[in-house]
């Protein structure tokens, strides 16, 4: 089975989980720009990372045949600071032009505050004035739902965002619909204790199609499991689905969504 | 399916252009008085294209035969074979949740805002068929739109506490 990982925060695993995922069939990894579990002091920790995501990390996943892009982004969780938000996007240009940039990712909302709202629009605009794809974090449990709805609201606004070019990441049973509705394409994150289950996205991709989803594990340095989309697709097996059902979940889908990048495109996945 | 197909669908059944809308085009089926929204998308999922069908009383279209050959209808497990896939680990998961309820119950009170969100998300589960997980992801849900002031922490703790904090 082949399967492209398209969120994972390879930073925070070690190495061995790259072996791991290789030999689960893995062919590519995107790893979008997150916090890092403390807010950074200044902007030019930020340099630091974006040139850790763009140098050093395909470095380290080539090793083991991965293909590794990334995203680049301030996340929300980091977004209450609108001066050093100012500072860290005003930094990311001169980083879009690295052949392993997808676009900007992860952006969206946590908490669902103005600070984060107006941080999101400056990155959804710095997307479209660079001609980027978008990758959007949603936020977490109790205020998945609202910020969900807020951030649609922010991109149906700017008239320049194409909403196919665009994935709205860990929706769930609650979410994916109008998010599909809108055009967008649709990511669920599979983890122990929050998001979705196996069990519980492919009851998702049963109900609502699976044109514009993708599964990813987001594995980063809390609870949670790089080989989560290797296990999912065990999961549809043991239901019955075909390969070529499984294989368009777990590959094409992401390569169709992530092939609207050249760079990713003239990769040959 | 794309837009053009399910518009033919929806004319073949008997089905009328009512209105254009925003973003929406709006059908009418006048034998029975019903009316839905369709996107103006070039392709329409296949959830939203079995609703519309619903919302116009007709029958939900049918796939190519090629196009069931890649992409079956994949709920098609009987319920014995739901049932022999995952019963088991549903029982686990029950007794987990009542004797969690049990050990929320020994500590005594006080108890705080996640355990009323919980017993209300319970609740969900007799709710109607196929939106349980939906209803109660709903239950735990902020519902109110407009954005707060500042955010005081980062995490999120699993239920709503309501507009006033408990």
């Given at each position: 089975m082949r399967y492209i990982e398209?969120?994972?925060?390879?930073?925070?695993r070690v190495?061995?989980?790259?072996?791991?995922?290789a030999?689960?069939?893995c062919?590519?990894?995107?790893?979008?720009?997150?916090?890092a579990?403390?807010?950074r002091?200044?902007?030019?920790g930020f340099?630091?990372?974006f040139?850790?995501l763009?140098d050093h990390?395909?470095?380290?996943?080539?090793k083991?045949g991965?293909?590794?892009f990334?995203?680049l982004?301030?996340n929300?969780k980091?977004?209450?600071d609108?001066k050093?938000?100012e500072?860290?996007?005003?930094?990311?240009p001169?980083?879009?032009?690295?052949?392993?940039?997808l676009g900007?990712?992860e952006?969206?909302?946590?908490k669902?505050s103005?600070?984060?709202?107006r941080?999101?629009e400056m990155q959804?605009?710095?997307?479209?004035r660079h001609?980027?794809l978008?990758?959007v974090?949603t936020?977490?449990l109790?205020d998945?739902?609202?910020?969900?709805r807020l951030?649609?609201?922010?991109?149906?606004?700017?008239?320049?965002?194409?909403?196919?070019?665009?994935?709205?990441d860990?929706?769930?049973?609650?979410?994916v619909?109008?998010?599909?509705?809108?055009g967008?394409w649709?990511?669920?994150?599979?983890y122990?204790e929050?998001k979705c289950t196996?069990?519980?996205?492919?009851?998702?991709?049963?109900?609502?199609?699976?044109?514009r989803?993708?599964?990813?594990s987001?594995c980063d340095w809390?609870?949670?499991?790089p080989?989560?989309v290797p296990k999912t697709a065990?999961e549809?097996k043991?239901?019955?689905?075909p390969?070529?059902?499984?294989d368009?979940?777990v590959?094409?889908?992401?390569a169709?969504?992530l092939?609207?990048?050249?760079?990713f495109?003239?990769s040959?996945? | 399916?794309k837009?053009?197909?399910l518009?033919?669908h929806?004319e073949h059944h008997?089905c009328?252009l009512l209105?254009?809308?925003?973003?929406?085009?709006i059908?009418?089926?006048?034998?029975?008085k019903k009316v839905s929204t369709?996107?103006?998308h070039?392709?329409?999922?296949e959830f939203?294209?079995r609703?519309?069908c619903?919302d116009l009383?007709?029958?939900?279209?049918?796939t190519?035969?090629?196009?069931?050959?890649?992409f079956?209808?994949?709920?098609?497990m009987?319920?014995?074979q739901?049932?022999?896939?995952?019963f088991?680990?549903?029982?686990?998961?029950?007794?987990?949740?009542?004797a969690?309820l049990?050990?929320?119950?020994r500590?005594?009170?006080?108890?705080?805002?996640?355990?009323?969100?919980?017993?209300e998300?319970v609740k969900m589960l007799?709710?109607?068929a196929g939106?349980?997980?939906r209803?109660?992801?709903?239950?735990?849900?902020d519902?109110?739109?407009?954005p707060i002031?500042?955010?005081t922490?980062?995490?999120?703790?699993?239920?709503?506490p309501?507009?006033?904090?408990?």
């Open positions: 398209p969120h994972a925060h390879m930073v925070s190495t061995d989980d790259y072996e791991r995922m030999l689960a069939g062919e590519a990894v995107c790893e979008p720009a997150f916090w579990g403390f807010d002091s200044s902007a030019a340099y630091d990372y040139s850790q763009t990390e395909p470095r380290r996943a080539a083991y991965v293909k590794h990334t995203w982004g301030l929300s980091e977004a209450e609108v050093l938000a500072e860290v996007i005003g930094l990311i001169q980083f879009l032009n690295r052949p392993n940039v900007i990712g952006i969206g909302l946590n669902n103005r600070n984060e709202l941080v999101l959804v605009d710095l997307a479209a001609g980027q978008i990758l974090h936020p977490h109790e998945k739902l609202k910020g969900t951030i649609l609201d922010v991109l149906k606004s700017d008239r320049r965002i194409q909403p196919e070019r665009v994935i709205i860990h929706v769930e049973e609650h979410t619909e109008m998010v599909l509705a809108a967008l649709a990511g669920m994150t599979l122990p929050t196996p069990a519980r996205a492919v009851d998702i991709l049963e109900t609502y199609g699976r044109e989803l993708w599964l990813n987001a809390g609870r949670s499991d080989l989560a065990l549809m043991r239901r019955g689905h390969a070529a059902v499984v368009q979940v590959y094409q889908n992401p169709r969504f092939q609207q990048c050249p760079k495109k003239e040959g996945l | 399916m837009r053009l197909d518009i033919r929806l008997g009328e209105r254009e809308g925003g973003n929406h085009t059908y009418v089926n006048r034998a029975v369709i996107p103006r070039r392709e329409i999922i939203t294209a609703k519309i619903k009383d007709i029958p939900r279209p049918q190519s035969r090629s196009q069931q050959q890649i079956p209808h994949t709920n098609d009987t319920q014995q739901v049932l022999d896939l995952y088991l680990e549903a029982r686990h998961q029950l007794v987990e949740i009542a969690f049990d050990r929320v119950e500590a005594g009170p006080p108890a705080d805002f996640r355990a009323q969100a919980f017993a998300a007799t709710g109607p939106n349980k997980a209803e109660v992801l709903l239950a735990f849900s519902p109110t739109p407009d002031a500042a955010a922490t980062k995490a999120a703790c699993g239920a709503w309501g507009p006033t904090p408990h």
